[in-house]
């Protein structure tokens, strides 16, 4: 996954970066903890400006989350609470929703900010502000505030640790595919619960 990520900053830049990360806040198993790092390291290589870089990312972040904040604005908490009903639906029971909602509700504001730190929770808590329909506004600067944070953390490891690339980039291959696995499993784990709650109700 590593070659990758470096062939499409080599095709796109900064640009590139800002496409990954997008894809990354839609499709967890896409790393953006092994592209920051990456995108820094190359940028202290002079390969691509680190402002920019910083930019893009929170720019493609930001760009991701809108996406699945109006997915779940269209979908709505009644459309989303009849999914959770049927049995084929294993992602979610209805009381998850019904939890999840009023635990929103109670304390949007933060979860927004501060999930964008959270490895895969980054991705979902979109929906849910959208589903209760968060403002617009408040949403784009609460993601954009802990999406910036995040994505300055990686990049800034990556550029500190240029000078010992050559042993990050060692562990880079096992590592990414080990979170992309344990994401997998834990999907798969959340599925199998999920499927045994429907068969016991």
């Known amino acids: 996954m590593a070659d990758w990520i470096s062939s499409v900053m080599d095709a796109l830049g900064p640009f590139g970066v800002g496409i990954l990360i997008a894809l990354e806040t839609i499709i967890p198993p896409i790393p953006s903890e092994l592209v920051l790092p990456l995108a820094g390291f190359r940028a202290r290589e002079g390969a691509m400006n680190v402002i920019l870089v910083w930019i893009a990312a929170t720019a493609g972040g930001l760009a991701g989350a809108l996406v699945l904040y109006w997915l779940g604005w269209w979908l709505g908490y009644e459309r989303l609470h009849r999914l959770a009903g049927r049995p084929w639906f294993f992602v979610a029971s209805q009381k998850d929703v019904d939890r999840g909602c009023k635990l929103f509700e109670k304390n949007g504001s933060w979860i927004v900010a501060a999930s964008r730190c959270v490895p895969v ?10 589903m209760t329909r968060m403002p617009l506004v408040k949403f784009t600067v609460l993601t954009s505030i802990g999406t ?13 640790l240029a000078e010992k690339w050559q042993e990050v980039d060692h562990y880079m291959g096992p590592v990414s595919l080990v979170v992309v696995g344990l ?5 798969a784990a959340l599925a199998w619960r999920r499927s045994r709650e429907k068969v016991r109700a």
Request: glycine share 14%; no cysteine; proline share 4%.
């Open 121 to 130: 929770l980054r991705s979902v808590v979109s929906l849910p502000a959208g």
């Open 183 to 187: 994401i997998v499993v834990g999907l």
């Open 148 to 160: 910036g944070v995040w994505n300055a953390a990686f990049i800034a490891a990556g550029w500190f």
